[in-house]
């Protein structure tokens, strides 16, 4: 039973309640975002440029290594003040594809704040198991700890993360270094995936699925904050709504932030800008706003741009 406090309002219609009676390409568009969005290709591409030029210009520290494979570098891009919070961002792809430097553009909205950014990368199925790929984003997480400092970032750490990452963002909450999260467009159950193509490169074991999915596992008492597009297709939009009525039962803080008018990819555009409403939410994760419109969220109402 969902928490009292729980949105009811805009849940669409779930496919996988009827996933073993849909074919193998129908259960690939429940989950295939770039076909969903028409206009997919022209906003990867312009946030590609966007990253390549952010990532040539602003001040920061690139490619520190934090483990001995290609992928496990971390990109720094230090406030003027060391002491000032910072923003971990995870970029998404599936686990199996993009990389760090695509998502550079994102320092854009909180540098305007005075935060830092950090952007780690990390290995690429199929080459290493999603197990592996949590254990580099954790040992990410060890090394900015113990040598983040030294580079001028030392204030208190927000992660946050989309689609792929936004699932890496609540696999590693409870990080002694992560203040809180912000997962964006997650996806938080795993079983599905492995009747879709995606697991032709994850290749997901009975395991995986059971330890690997956050909707599985026991609750996280850290503050995480879920957000997706309200234009998202069904299971990821689900995914973020069963996590928050998941750990609202559980008395776990966090709230739910549907964003009107976007969609899988859009969405990100909120976290570039200086006045996004995820920039906003990361603020407030860190006590900086004073953003008190929990109940309006709980009741489903969309997170105001």
């Known amino acids: 039973m969902a928490h009292p406090n729980a949105p009811s309002a805009n849940r669409p219609a779930d496919p996988r309640d009827d996933w073993a009676r849909l074919?193998?390409?129908?259960?690939?568009?429940?989950?295939?975002?770039?076909?969903?969005v028409a206009d997919s290709p022209a906003l990867i591409a312009e946030?590609?440029?966007?990253s390549a030029q952010a990532r040539a210009t602003l001040r920061s520290v690139l490619d520190l290594p934090y483990g001995?494979?290609?992928?496990?570098?971390?990109?720094?891009?230090?406030?003027?003040?060391?002491?000032?919070?910072?923003?971990?961002?995870?970029?998404?792809?599936?686990?199996q594809k993009n990389s760090r430097e695509l998502f550079a553009m994102m320092v854009e909205g909180v540098a305007a704040h005075g935060w830092s950014m950090a952007i780690p990368g990390?290995?690429?199925a199929p080459e290493v198991s999603?197990?592996?790929i949590v254990d580099e984003v954790r040992q990410a997480l060890d090394w900015l700890a113990a040598h983040a400092p030294d580079h001028g970032v030392a204030g208190p750490m927000i992660t946050s993360g989309w689609s792929a990452g936004g699932h890496l963002v609540a696999m590693t909450l409870d990080h002694?270094?992560?203040?809180?999260?912000l997962s964006i467009s997650g996806v938080f159950d795993l079983a599905p995936l492995r009747d879709t193509g995606l697991n032709d490169a994850l290749k997901l074991t009975d395991a995986e699925i059971e330890t690997l999915s956050p909707l599985r596992l026991p609750?996280?008492?850290?503050?995480?904050?879920?957000?997706y597009g309200d234009h998202e297709l069904p299971t990821l939009v689900l995914d973020s709504i069963n996590f928050?009525?998941?750990?609202?039962?559980?008395?776990?803080?966090?709230?739910?932030?549907?964003?009107?008018?976007?969609?899988?990819?859009?969405?990100?555009?909120?976290?570039?800008?200086?006045d996004g409403a995820l920039v906003r939410a990361a603020r407030d994760l860190a006590g900086e706003t004073g953003d008190d419109r929990t109940s309006a969220l709980r009741s489903g109402a969309a997170f105001p741009e």
């Open 122 to 124: 990390y290995s690429l």
């Open 244 to 274: 928050y009525e998941r750990r609202c039962a559980a008395g776990a803080p966090g709230r739910l932030l549907p964003i009107a008018g976007h969609n899988h990819f859009s969405i990100l555009a909120e976290l570039r800008r200086a």
């Open 130 to 132: 999603l197990t592996e």
């Open 23 to 36: 074919s193998r390409s129908e259960r690939d568009a429940a989950y295939d975002n770039n076909t969903a």
């Open 176 to 181: 002694p270094l992560v203040a809180a999260g």
């Open 219 to 227: 609750v996280i008492d850290k503050r995480l904050d879920l957000a």
């Open 47 to 50: 946030r590609n440029v966007a």
């Open 68 to 95: 001995p494979r290609t992928n496990n570098k971390i990109d720094l891009y230090p406030a003027a003040d060391p002491d000032a919070p910072c923003l971990l961002f995870l970029h998404g792809g599936y686990w």
